[in-house]
């Protein structure tokens, strides 16, 4: 495959979700196009630049913003949020920059983020969509706290009446007692595809421990079973308060860490964790130096380092 002039990208986490950053602003609009599913997928199966998430990061559209992020899963789909991305996205161009707050454009409109450190990135996630409609379902639901959908036999589900949601991208949580009790990785991809979820759908399942307090595991839509998923740590923070489990503000804690959650008043959710960058490349380079970022920028959290491809 050709990549665009400028394809740098660096390699970050965040709660162990793999998320790579590629920063294309410094192309012409010529030599900037869309990348084919089959492109991503290419890029996902190197070693070296494997991904859950990629961020790519373009030229602004809207005035007031660093970057247009166009979010890619690594089955080559897009994908309208992604909460460990966006913190990874803020820790990169602070890193750059020196700056501590921004604005980046995505698919599911403009969010906020601040940088209060490494280990403590808030961005805005924006407001959850509850409507049928809006998640979307295939069906009108009136009451999306519950739907009708269930694992295993009728007459004695395994998991049933999940809270579905929209924060960025549809999100179905099932509410259990004990999140490593279940074959998610068996199910998942059944439920991700169901006929309820035409744009398919993240499944999770949710253990509420106290009013403050959540545990989650999550099959991810276009990436499986994940360390961490940000949008899902909403998605669940906001169902729960909606259906009286918690508060609005809770820890939600992922197999790769724990995130803070805040549903304001204003509607808004606000998702604080850390983020840590690995190192950096450019992409189509046979056998790139890929510098440890802690050597390279000095740049908050920077940390470890990379393989070069010869090292694969």
Avoid at 45 to 72: C, G, K, N, W
């Amino acid at each position: 495959m050709t990549y665009p002039e400028h394809s740098t990208y660096w390699k970050m986490h965040g709660l162990g979700n793999q998320i790579l950053v590629v920063d294309q602003r410094g192309a012409s609009a010529a030599n900037v196009q869309a990348m084919t599913a089959a492109d991503v997928v290419t890029i996902a199966s190197e070693p070296p630049t494997a991904f859950d998430q990629m961020m790519v990061l373009q030229t602004p559209r809207t005035a007031q913003t660093a970057a247009h992020v166009v979010i890619y899963n690594s089955d080559g789909s897009e994908a309208g949020a992604c909460g460990n991305g966006m913190r990874c996205v803020a820790l990169y161009e602070s890193s750059r920059t020196d700056a501590r707050d921004f604005n980046f454009e995505t698919s599911a409109g403009v969010l906020r983020a601040r940088v209060h450190d490494a280990n403590r990135i808030s961005v805005d996630m924006g407001s959850p969509k509850f409507d049928w409609q809006d998640i979307p379902l295939a069906e009108p639901f009136h009451d999306t706290r519950a739907i009708e959908l269930q694992v295993g036999p009728i007459d004695d589900p395994i998991l049933h009446s999940p809270s579905v949601v929209n924060v960025g991208n549809p999100h179905a949580i099932f509410w259990v007692d004990d999140v490593l009790a279940y074959d998610l990785a068996g199910f998942g991809p059944m439920l991700e595809n169901h006929p309820h979820f035409p744009e398919r759908a993240n499944i999770s399942l949710a253990h509420v421990v106290d009013r403050k307090t959540i545990v989650v595991r999550t099959w991810e839509r276009g990436a499986g079973l994940t360390q961490a998923c940000g949008s899902a740590a909403c998605a669940a923070a906001v169902c729960a308060a909606r259906t009286n489990r918690t508060d609005r503000a809770v820890s939600v804690t992922l197999p790769g860490g724990t995130l803070e959650i805040s549903w304001g008043d204003d509607n808004r959710i606000w998702m604080t964790g850390p983020a840590v960058m690995e190192g950096r490349g450019v992409l189509g380079a046979a056998a790139n130096e890929i510098r440890s970022a802690g050597a390279e920028s000095g740049g908050p959290g920077a940390q470890g380092s990379l393989r070069t491809k010869a090292d694969v």
